[in-house]
Structures are given as C-alpha cells and as structure tokens.
Nanobody
Framework: VQLVESGGGLVQAGGSLRLSCAASGGTFSNYAMGWFRHTPQVEREFVAAINWSGGTTDYGDSVKGRFTIFRDNAKNTVYLQMTSLKPEDAAVYYC??????????????????????WGQGTQVTVAS
C-alpha cells in the first residue's frame, strides 16, 4: 500500500487546513487509518484515527474539538480537517494504515509502531 499526503502549507494561527492522504495498491477499506505528527520535540504524536468504515474515530487530546478525521472509501482517501490552528500544531504530518484484523485492532490505534504503512509526510507551518 502506498500513501501520499497532500495539503500541507503555511497558515495563520486560527486558520484552517485540510490534509489528504491518497492510498493505492491495496484494498483501502481493509485498513484503519491514522494521522500522526512529528516535531523536533516529539518524535511521533498521535493525532487522529478512523476505522475502516468511518464509523469510529479517535483523537489526541491536543487536537480534540479542533480536528476532524474522515474518509472516502470510494476515493481511497482519508482526510484531516484542521481548524483553529495554533503555532504548536506546526509539524510534519504523516498518515498511516493499519490493517483491521478484528475487534482488537482499535486498541492499537494510537500506537504508531503498530501501523503497517506510512506516507512520506506533509509539512504544516502555523504563523503566529
């Protein structure tokens, strides 16, 4: 499975940005999808995740209420809608795919080491 992120860029604090992650080479609906971010201070921070159907989501505490993850299985794409952006949201954002093997998968959703595939990342910069 190949994952390609897009939509990063420079935005003013308080602004919004939508990231996309397009998947290819596999059956997209077999995977839960996650977003993580990397900064020099934090190697890998869980941002959000969504199960295969889109019916279940989870968010990191720092983004809850401001970010929304959703997916379109017909387009093999997962999105991260980011609003009320803060300077501390600046990071390289990565999407990742975790194959769903049953009920226990969701317990792993926040652990980046459990994911099977990763994109190359997209930079988000937030100007104060």
């Amino acid at each position: 499975v190949q994952l390609v992120e897009s939509g990063g860029g420079l935005v003013q604090a308080g602004g919004s940005l939508r990231l996309s992650c397009a998947a290819s080479g596999g059956t997209f609906s077999n995977y839960a999808m996650g977003w993580f971010r990397h900064t020099p201070q934090v190697e890998r921070e869980f941002v959000a995740a969504i199960n295969w159907s889109g019916g279940t989501t989870d968010y990191g505490d720092s983004v809850k209420g401001r970010f929304t993850i959703f997916r379109d299985n017909a387009k093999n794409t997962v999105y991260l809608q980011m609003t009320s952006l803060k300077p501390e949201d600046a990071a390289v954002y990565y999407c990742a795919a975790l194959i769903e093997t049953g009920g226990s998968t969701w317990s792993l959703i926040r652990n980046g080491y459990e994911y099977d595939y990763w994109g190359q990342g997209t930079q988000v910069t937030v100007a104060s």
